[in-house]
């Protein structure tokens, strides 16, 4: 996400002109309205305090799968046991307030410090499961197979109409940051291009769930690019929010059928 304002490019050489910044601009942050300046959220950055960063809703024990709410202690939900929505799943947030005002401030609004403020966490929690996953692959082989780290990432594509509207993909925008976040030897190669939604699928929530589930299949056109890249690799859909699951379903098949090793997801908030 290149759109930093000026002021926050001073703060980064610190000193006088930090200083100077922080009287021309305060960094004030964008939920409390206090001054960050004096407690700036080293995970979500300076658009948000510390204590509004702390106090962002999570999924209690999320499923590894679905990202939903796991019971019993357990890393797996009831339904993923028997079919499991993805190899790996992981959601920032809970959409719930105040994160729902904030990826909405993102999406229509173009606010891009509160998009930042969520997919860093999103960054931080995803390196943590798959340094986790390979800390663990020391005593257990088969767990560093399935959480292997991603070598490409896919952004979840907008139809052209609506990208044209919005001027960007929100997908694309988190996938820059988590992308940026991997140290330099586990790198993924970022997908922009070659993936892309040429069905406009909105208004299909009258549709019976099979008939809306083969829309959307239909919904994505992947060129060969896409196919060489993902053939036997492990890819990392990325997304805003995670609701029903049946758009990154339908574009998690399609990467299937093109012989994608294993489909990880991360969002930066999922609905329960
Ligand atoms: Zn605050
Ligand atoms: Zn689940």
Same mark, same amino acid.
């Given at each position: 996400?290149?759109?930093?304002?000026?002021?926050?490019?001073?703060?980064?050489?610190?000193?006088?002109?930090?200083?100077?910044?922080?009287?021309?601009?305060?960094?004030?942050?964008?939920?409390?309205?206090?001054?960050?300046?004096?407690?700036?959220?080293?995970?979500?950055?300076?658009?948000?305090?510390?204590?509004?960063?702390?106090?962002?809703?999570?999924?209690?024990?999320?499923?590894?799968?679905?990202?939903?709410?796991?019971?019993?202690?357990?890393?797996?939900?009831?339904?993923?046991?028997?079919?499991?929505?993805?190899?790996?799943?992981?959601?920032?947030?809970?959409?719930?307030?105040?994160?729902?005002?904030?990826?909405?401030?993102?999406?229509?609004?173009?606010?891009?410090?509160?998009?930042?403020?969520?997919?860093?966490? *999103? !960054?931080? /929690?995803?390196?943590?499961?798959?340094?986790? =996953?390979? &800390?663990?692959?020391?005593?257990?082989?088969?767990?560093? #197979?399935?959480?292997?780290?991603?070598?490409?990432?896919?952004?979840?594509?907008?139809?052209?109409?609506?990208?044209?509207?919005?001027?960007?993909?929100?997908?694309?925008?988190?996938?820059?940051?988590?992308?940026?976040?991997?140290?330099?030897?586990?790198?993924?190669?970022?997908?922009?291009?070659?993936?892309?939604?040429?069905?406009?699928?909105?208004?299909?929530?009258?549709?019976?769930?099979?008939?809306?589930?083969?829309?959307?299949?239909?919904?994505?056109?992947?060129?060969?690019?896409?196919?060489?890249?993902?053939?036997?690799?492990?890819?990392?859909?990325?997304?805003?929010?995670?609701?029903?699951?049946?758009?990154? *379903? !339908?574009? /998690?098949?399609?990467?299937?059928?093109?012989? =994608?090793? &294993?489909?990880?997801?991360?969002?930066?908030?999922?609905? #329960?």
């Amino acid at each position: 996400m290149a759109k930093t304002s000026p002021y926050m490019a001073f703060s980064r050489s610190g000193g006088l002109l930090e200083g100077l910044a922080d009287q021309l601009s305060p960094q004030r942050c964008l939920l409390c309205g206090g001054h960050a300046t004096s407690g700036v959220c080293e995970i979500a950055g300076p658009a948000l305090c510390g204590d509004c960063h702390a106090d962002l809703p999570v999924v209690t024990n999320p499923c590894r799968h679905c990202a939903m709410p796991a019971v019993g202690g357990k890393d797996v939900c009831s339904d993923c046991i028997t079919d499991p929505l993805f190899e790996f799943c992981v959601a920032a947030f809970e959409y719930a307030y105040p994160v729902d005002r904030l990826v909405q401030a993102f999406k229509f609004s173009n606010n891009y410090a509160a998009g930042r403020a969520l997919a860093e966490p *999103l !960054a931080q /929690a995803l390196l943590a499961h798959y340094q986790f =996953a390979e &800390a663990k692959s020391d005593c257990e082989p088969d767990a560093f #197979v399935s959480m292997s780290t991603p070598d490409v990432i896919v952004p979840v594509p907008l139809h052209w109409w609506r990208r044209l509207r919005r001027s960007f993909n929100q997908a694309e925008e988190i996938a820059d940051i988590v992308c940026d976040r991997f140290p330099s030897d586990l790198s993924p190669q970022l997908l922009t291009k070659g993936a892309r939604r040429i069905l406009w699928t909105r208004a299909q929530s009258s549709l019976p769930l099979k008939e809306r589930r083969r829309n959307l299949e239909r919904a994505f056109s992947l060129d060969e690019a896409v196919a060489a890249a993902v053939n036997g690799k492990t890819v990392l859909l990325i997304d805003d929010v995670l609701t029903t699951g049946s758009t990154l *379903l !339908a574009l /998690a098949k399609r990467l299937k059928a093109l012989h =994608a090793k &294993a489909i990880h997801v991360a969002v930066l908030a999922r609905t #329960v």
